[in-house]
């Protein structure tokens, strides 16, 4: 969780779904399928059962990235996400090389899951996802620091094993 593989910093769609980011580096497809659950268990759990009901909508962010990495991601998305998941943002792959192989990757959707490819985070205000809704990862100005998050989910010796299990 401190190596920011993903975050919640609390942005809501226009329809009162949270928002889960997986900012552009490279940690996600290099966990462990245990680590991964652990982590998008701790992330959905964080919300009410409302919002969890509701659905998630995931912004992935691969623009430093290669569209293998792209659909690795969303395939470990689509195998461990422990909750309904309204949407998914990509943000493709941007390298000259890239570009080419995108179209592609974005004709097949062997996901089995709702996903929108955007080329740049603006294209993520469509009107679903408000921008001050956004943190500035993607564009955003929502005030965010993961670190300090982190340090306010210090876990004590009263939280379970799985929430331990969570903050190495």
């Excluded at 980011?21 to 966990?31: E, H, I, Q």
């Excluded at 659950?37 to 990235?65: A, M, W």
Aim: glycine letters at 6%; proline letters at 8%; a neutral charge.
């Amino acid at each position: 969780m401190r190596h920011k593989t993903c975050f919640a910093a609390g942005g809501l769609t226009k329809d009162q779904h949270p928002i889960l980011v997986l900012p552009d580096n490279f940690r996600f497809t290099s966990l462990t399928d245990e680590e991964l659950d652990c982590l998008l268990s701790y992330y959905c759990r964080i919300h009410t059962p409302g919002e969890q009901k509701r659905g998630f909508v995931v912004i992935v962010d691969r623009r430093n990235d290669t569209w293998l990495q792209a659909r690795a991601t969303l395939m470990k998305l689509r195998e461990h996400f422990p909750s309904r998941i309204e949407m998914i943002y990509c943000i493709e792959p941007n390298g000259i090389i890239q570009k080419t192989f995108g179209a592609g990757f974005k004709q097949v959707n062997g996901y089995n899951l709702p996903v929108k490819f955007v080329q740049k985070p603006e294209e993520l205000c469509d009107g679903f996802i408000p921008h001050d809704q956004l943190p500035p990862t993607v564009g955003g100005p929502l005030l965010y620091d993961h670190r300090i998050w982190c340090e306010h989910r210090v876990v004590s010796p009263n939280d379970t094993s799985d929430q331990k299990r969570v903050v190495p």
